[in-house]
């Protein structure tokens, strides 16, 4: 049961770092960050000098000895030996005795032994060496040459010099980069906070948008930055939703008010029976009131419809449908009214290689989807048509094109388009019995659509065409 300890504590410690505020996690994580590089460098920086002044020391004792060493081969050794630098020598003859040296330098004793004089001359670089021994209280830096006639000329200095300069520079950085530190996390916290702030702001203005003050946006920020442009996008939606939300209320408004003349109809039908049952016609009252529920059947159906098509965004199924056969099977029911036109399959050789099944117009989509357009398109052609109503069907490049022509009123060319929208009715004032509530084209053209197809209204003078494209599969 007792889980891992650690595991808990490092699950514990992720968990309380999630629910920091993301200004702190960013500043953290700078702040880390910059400590680790401000940490790298200073160690580096120490190295570096301290490897410099290094250098500067063994390269003024390798000068001292290497003068030295010239002035003890020509045999011009001054008695009393004297550096500027204060750089201790000792010149030593072939027994090992000292012959000169500078001032306060041991004449008695040697730095170095003879078989370490001789190692330092082969090592041929400087090396540390305690002076403790010597009487001279500092870590030394030693360089040994070798001259004619046995000689060796011993250089050194105190290394103390070098410590010196390290351990100041070390204090300068041991105070200076944690005050650093704390100013760069400063800096980045005030940085955040200011770079955050548009954030907050999207988010309150995010906050005051209610149901009821629909037309809110949310603050833009003036710089042309990520938060501007998630800004822009947001309120690009936000439009978007309150149009969607606009329509969906004036369609349930429309629907509303749709419904309301065939229900009052039916109530006013049956009140007038019921409150005259003495040679009452109960008959004709039943045909009215079915006349009634049917209408209202088929608004409902056409709502389903709409919904539908919204709900699922492209055709209910996806299976090919034969037009050709489609288009004649619908139109049969409405008789002699409608006039289908399919033209044949093609009779010359090259066309009839083409399409081998003989001018089989074929769709992919929905049949009773495609059967319901032409319904409706033949439907609003035989309402205001005089003679008769025209189908005809053709491909066209990769589109199969469906058209219905009458010889009607036709409509206006601003119209046209407009009366694909829901519950949009040309002639509003004609009696309730001629056509239904204006949601047949919307059905149409967001059928067509789903399908990858377009559809539009054009003149036939005189009458109207409808014409509807549908790609081939
Ligand atoms: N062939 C046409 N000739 C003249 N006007 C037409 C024709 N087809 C449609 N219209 C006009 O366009 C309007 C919208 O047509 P739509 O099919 O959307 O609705 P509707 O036929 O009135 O009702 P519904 O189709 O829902 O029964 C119609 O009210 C009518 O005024
Ligand atoms: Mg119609």
Redesign the pocket.
Known sequence: MAADPLLQGTRRTVGWWRRKSLRFRLTAVASAVLAFALFVSAYVMIGVLGQALLTTIDDVIYQRARDTVSLADAGRLPDEMTTPDGTLLQVIDGAGRITHATTGTDRLVPLLGARERAAAIARGRARFLDGEPYGIPHVLRVRVLSADRGQTVIAARPFSEVETSLSTAGHVLIIGTPLLLVLLAGASWVIIGRTLRPIAALRRGAGEITDTARSRRLPVPEARDEVHSLATTLNDMLARLEEADARQRSLVSDAAHELRSPLASIRLQLEVALGHPEGQEWRETAEGVLEDTMRLARLAE?LLALARLDERGGPGRREPVELDQLVPQTAERYGEAVTVRIPGPASGPGEGQKNPEGGAVVVTGDALDLGRVLV?LV???LR?TTAQVMVELRTEGADAVLTVT?D????PEPDRER?FDRF????SARSRDE????????IVRETVNAHGGAVHLEDASPG?RAVVRLPLS
């Open positions: 056409d409706n439907d609003n052609a205001h009458d009607g009123p036709g409509i009366v949009t009715r040309l002639d056509g239904g509530a204006g949601l047949g084209l919307a109207l």
